[in-house]
């Protein structure tokens, strides 16, 4: 049985909280948190759960094996980096770390101690997502040509990181399981309306080596929420509309064929469209943070290194990094 303490009991910690205490082989032993309201619902809703308002108390604890820290990100380095000497596994929210040489240490403290340390990427264990992957895997799209995604909504603003920090670790994590290889460069443009130094709007742009591109509109500013993800390829290409109830993903036959087509016959390009059947696969209906959290109690327990692990969460900080980097400098290329 992994016993696990969670740190936080904000937003994402009441979640977090329910799976971890609803799957076999796991129990939540304590929760942490500084406002005594978010106290009073964990003893309200778990009475065999003990609560503080000291994170040391967990960390120190001879009887606790893994942490769970549902913090701001400004504060995963320290908590986790205490928990991984103090030989914890840890479970830890998006993005990982505040800067990439936080999350080099406590990759390394991690293989020195054997422990695992899990990047809490959801997204990666929705029945969408790994529904795309298989389509990937299967070679249903072909080559990928584009990876495009909008996610944007009106607020909740933050207010210690911008909104590239905020909501772009979701997509760029997707992007990095779904597609397998790592970007080369990255760009990104992005503005505050509110005269302090937290952009509210940004669109990042990755390169990747050969023909790949990926592009990302992410807002804090838009009049409605949408959370839509295109993916080409030369064979099919990929819709995937994540708020509506079915649905979910619309594979369509359509685009051009244009294989061995030279520059002098580009003006007979009309000719090489196509335009086939759409359809809709089944995505399996399932909550993905209990998927990932069974999956987190399996890597522990097998030694298992997980999809989404330290190093994964890494590579989305170094693309965070260069993003933000590129913004502040008006938009040029930044190689990674």
Request: glycine share 8%; charged share 25%; net charge negative.
């Amino acid at each position: 049985m992994l016993t696990i303490g969670v740190i936080g009991y904000g937003y994402w910690g009441p979640k977090v909280v329910r799976n971890f205490s609803s799957i076999p082989g796991a129990s939540v032993a304590t929760v942490c948190d500084v406002e005594q309201a978010a106290l009073y619902q964990v003893r309200k809703n778990y009475t065999g759960v003990s609560v503080t308002r000291d994170c040391d108390e967990i960390l120190n604890s001879t009887e606790i094996d893994a942490v769970a820290v549902v913090t701001p990100v400004s504060t995963h380095y320290d908590i986790a980096k205490k928990a991984l000497l103090n030989g914890k596994h840890v479970f830890i929210e998006k993005p990982f770390t505040a800067s990439s040489e936080q999350g080099e240490e406590l990759i390394e403290i991690a293989e020195k101690k054997n422990l695992t340390i899990m990047v809490d990427h959801t997204f990666l264990f929705t029945g969408a997502v790994r529904k795309i992957k298989q389509l990937i895997e299967e070679d249903v799209l072909g080559e990928l040509y584009y990876f495009d995604s909008i996610r944007i909504n009106l607020g909740l603003f933050q207010k210690d990181v911008n909104v590239i920090w905020d909501l772009a670790p979701h997509d760029l994590s997707i992007m990095n399981y779904l597609i397998g290889k790592k970007p080369v460069a990255v760009a990104a443009t992005g503005i505050s309306h509110f005269n302090d130094d937290i952009e509210n709007v940004a669109y990042i742009t990755l390169y990747f080596s050969g023909n790949l591109i990926a592009h990302f509109n992410i807002s804090w500013l838009s009049p409605v929420k949408i959370r839509t993800t295109l993916i080409g390829g030369d064979k099919k290409m990929v819709v995937w509309n994540d708020l509506v109830a079915d649905e979910k993903i619309r594979v369509y036959d359509r685009g051009i064929d244009g294989h061995g087509i030279t520059r002098e016959k580009m003006h007979n390009i009309r000719k090489n469209y196509r335009t086939g059947d759409m359809w809709c696969p089944r995505v399996d209906d399932m909550e993905a943070l209990k998927c990932e959290a069974e999956y987190f109690v399996e890597c522990v327990d097998k030694g298992k290194k997980p999809i989404n692990d330290g190093a994964a969460g890494l590579e989305v900080v170094t693309m965070l990094e260069a993003a933000v980097k590129s913004l502040k400098m008006g938009g040029p290329v930044i190689y990674l």
